[in-house]
């Protein structure tokens, strides 16, 4: 919390053994932090500010920081200590796409508050000036903390007032609260007589809510109506505020399987690892037995229980994947033909990859128990290839490229690698829509359209070159700008891929541009030169520089919750990577992609 009065109070993290603290939200940030709540789909933290009334929102790793409703000022003295404006408790319901919280009010005073307004800020607006605030439910004798269940569709409260209605556990549906008056409240006190209820936490495998007090006790209450609490723990010395519960999902749930192809190149290890940390198991279909082992080398000692491979030579071949989709509930396609590692455009590049999609689809259509199908594709497949180096380009997912044949517009073989690669992306992208649109499948297929991938690459060794996206920054720094600055993180990519199984607004055919924030090849450069002063951007004075794309991740950030970090966090990983093994590299990836025959 800080010392009482200042704006400096903290937010840490760590392990779950304690170990490797650090800040979320360092000292100054905050002023008062008191709940916090996790969205396991945007990976994002959010914290109620008391005094500092305000509610916070970061990335899990911190980064991504920003205020998204500020209820007054905290430096002025009459917002401070106006109880009214204190935002305690906070809590997000994905499937609504909405933030909840309470304004308490005075103690005890029975002027309390939840207050709700839309995860995505209002185009226009800031914190302070949002205009989408809704009472939804006021003259509560003090509300703190909240939990939602979304499955259920309940929002749960605690509150610390008087009697008759204080001091209590509390439930309402969502729908009710979010479209009533405020006025009528048709909620459930679930339980009362508590030493000041704080921290509460639903617990849906063990069919209860979690409680703890001012008084030092932990409470185990039923979530289906007013019962008879059971007090689980006490201690007389202590005073409890928030909790919150893990569960070792090994011994209590069964985890859900997601195959994975292409798990061993630049961006699977990244999805295998964001996978994992969501709680499931992964398969990994692997074309040899030592690949599927230099997989597994790479994980922690802890992964390796919930991690397994199928070995599957051919991909296309009819009938291969099925062991491999067994008992499987999704599918990250991720395995695709690279640029520059064939030459014939038909043989080489389209009908490798509109064969392991049409293969991974249709054995997928066999398996009753997959759910939903991940396609890993690019923002090529939704943009002419002729205006791949062009500046005023806007990508919109559902762009449709069907003219674009074998051929280029002269009537002649497609020469470069690039191109090729562009049509193979284009042409696979097509085969995915038209199996939606023939064989209407039970489960659900989505498609991830990143632009220029970056970041540290596991796939790069001594001796070898770098992969064609960071060769593109690097190129950019140090040469000429040749493409446009259109990145994104690859912690991104593989975090998107997560929540395209989990939001439940996600519908099959349904297409998501991932795309950093808009910047430009001068600003990258002023990060280099100010976070990594030893290296020096070499970028020409007076060069015009190509201009970044313009894509509409509109998609993106409404169905997913996702809003892709800045370029900046996946830069020093490519930058300090390069300074090991660029000096290595054995050829110029970027030459023989965009002239090679």
Request: aromatic share 6%; with cysteine; proline share 6%.
């Amino acid at each position: 919390m800080g010392h009482v009065g200042h704006n400096d109070g903290a937010v840490w993290r760590s392990n779950l053994d304690g170990s490797d603290p650090q800040y979320l939200m360092p000292p100054g940030v905050c002023h008062t932090p008191k709940q916090i709540s996790l969205d396991q789909i945007s990976r994002k933290v959010y914290v109620a500010d008391r005094e500092g009334l305000r509610i916070h929102s970061a990335n899990y790793d911190g980064t991504g920081h920003e205020v998204i409703v500020q209820t007054g000022d905290y430096e002025v003295d009459v917002d401070r200590n106006n109880p009214h404006l204190w935002c305690v408790g906070v809590a997000v319901s994905r499937k609504l796409g909405k933030l909840f919280w309470t304004q308490k009010g005075p103690s005890k005073g029975s002027q309390g508050r939840i207050m709700v307004a839309d995860l995505q800020m209002p185009p226009g607006t800031c914190a302070r000036s949002r205009r989408d605030l809704t009472t939804v439910a006021k003259g509560l004798p003090e509300p703190v903390d909240l939990d939602i269940d979304d499955e259920e569709g309940a929002i749960y409260w605690t509150d610390r007032g008087e009697l008759p209605f204080g001091n209590s556990l509390n439930k309402q549906g969502l729908s009710t609260l979010v479209c009533g008056d405020g006025q009528s409240i048709q909620r459930t006190i679930l339980a009362q007589g508590f030493g000041e209820a704080i921290g509460l936490q639903v617990d849906r495998y063990n069919d209860c809510v979690w409680v703890a007090d001012m008084c030092g006790r932990l409470w185990k209450c039923g979530r289906k109506g007013p019962a008879k609490k059971l007090k689980v723990f006490e201690d007389e010395l202590a005073v409890f505020g928030g909790l919150a519960i893990i569960h070792n999902r090994a011994l209590t749930v069964p985890r859900k399987i997601v195959c994975i192809t292409g798990g061993n190149g630049f961006i699977g290890p990244r999805i295998v690892t964001a996978t994992l940390d969501a709680g499931y198991a992964i398969r990994l279909v692997v074309r040899s037995s030592a690949k599927g082992e230099a997989a597994l080398q790479r994980l922690a000692p802890h992964q390796l229980a919930n991690v397994k491979y199928s070995v599957v030579a051919d991909l296309q071949s009819s009938g291969a994947l099925d062991p491999a989709f067994e008992g499987v509930h999704f599918v990250f396609h991720v395995a695709s033909p690279l640029a520059g590692k064939a030459d014939d455009l038909r043989s080489g590049y389209v009908e490798p990859a509109v064969g392991m999609v049409s293969t991974v689809l249709s054995t997928a259509a066999r398996h009753a128990s997959i759910e939903t199908a991940v396609i890993t594709s690019s923002v090529v497949a939704l943009m002419d290839p002729m205006s791949l180096l062009c500046s005023r380009v806007e990508i919109k997912p559902y762009t449709v490229l069907s003219h674009y044949d074998l051929l280029d517009h002269a009537g002649q073989e497609v020469g470069t690698h690039l191109m090729k690669y562009c049509i193979s992306k284009i042409r696979a992208h097509q085969a995915m829509r038209d199996f939606i649109t023939t064989e209407k499948p039970a489960f659900k297929v989505a498609s991830l359209h990143p632009t220029f991938v970056i970041g540290h690459d596991p796939t790069w060794v001594e001796g070898t070159g770098m992969n064609a996206a960071n060769q593109i920054l690097m190129q950019g720094l140090f040469q000429n700008p040749a493409l446009p600055p259109s990145f994104v993180a690859v912690q991104d990519v593989a975090d998107a891929h997560v929540m395209a199984i989990e939001s439940p607004s996600v519908s099959s055919g349904d297409e998501f541009v991932l795309h950093g924030p808009h910047t430009s090849w001068s600003e990258i450069g002023e990060f280099v030169r100010s976070e990594h002063p030893a290296i020096r951007p070499m970028l020409p004075e007076g060069w015009v520089f190509p201009a970044a794309w313009k894509a509409d991740t509109r998609n993106t950030e409404e169905k997913l919750g996702l809003r892709c970090k800045a370029v900046g966090t996946a830069v020093p990983e490519v930058i300090n990577q390069y300074a090991v093994l660029g000096k290595s590299s054995s050829a110029n990836v970027m030459d023989h992609l965009m002239y090679g025959k």
